[in-house]
């Protein structure tokens, strides 16, 4: 495991010293803060006019939508492809390989390195989230955060599938242009189909990504839960799975 943990330092290493990273990090700070700065206005603005009031403050959860199903997505992509394709394009895996570390623990710490970025994002946005609500005097009860804390970690298990199967993909690509094209363009076909095709809400890996509504909520029942877990473990294993054999066997 030694040579997993260092490959997966030096791959999260990686990906922190690509300045975008870090500037899209903040670029999702400000989109809490222009949305809070917007609440209060037009607040202030329905107060004045006699209308009834309105919260528009920007909750964890109420912004974990946005964020789960849009822009985390798109970095993880981005991180994906920059891990695999672009290393791979540019012969950089080539000495990569090279070191003492089998294929396999080189392919998941660069999974893994692209899923702490995502964890590291959506704590980010719960932080700015809960001090946001403490500043505007909308302060959430413990039991809130608690909630909002327990499903920003739930997401991280779909994200984690979401990442192989990215990862699979990058593979075949052979410049980051087209690997994004077609990253992005799977990750619309498969949340849009559910919408014309309402059998493959369950079928599909990417539904799971909101999964959290679930085990907050009512709990659907032991049978139901066992059901999703296996759909999204299995849809993992078989994503990391085939990636990893086809790493192994990549001439970079």
Known sequence: MTALSASYRNEFAKLLSRKKYI???????????????????????????????????????????????????????????????????????????????????????????????????????????????????????VTDLVLALISYALTLIPLAVLASFAALVALLGRSSTLTMFILLLSYLLLNVLPVFFPVLSEMLFTSYLSWYRLWIGALPGISKLIHMLAIVLGYGTVFFMAGSLLFDRKDF
């Not at 603005?45 to 849009?70: A, D």
């Not at 695999?84 to 089998?102: N, Q």
Request: glycine share 8%; charged share 10%.
């Open 23 to 141: 500037v899209f990090l903040f670029i999702g700070l400000a989109i809490c803060l222009i949305w809070a700065g917007l609440g209060q206005l037009l607040a202030s603005f329905i107060k004045q006019s006699g209308g009834l009031s309105l919260v528009l403050s920007p909750t964890p959860m109420g912004m974990l939508p946005f964020f789960l199903q849009i822009l985390v997505p798109l970095l993880m992509f981005m991180g994906i492809s920059d891990l695999l394709t672009v290393e791979g394009a540019d012969s950089t895996m080539r000495a990569m390989i090279c070191r003492p570390v089998e294929r396999w623990k080189l392919y998941a710490a660069k999974i893994l390195a692209v899923v702490t970025y995502a964890a590291l994002y959506l704590t980010s946005i719960f932080i700015i989230c809960a001090i946001l609500n403490l500043i505007f005097g909308k302060a959430l009860s």
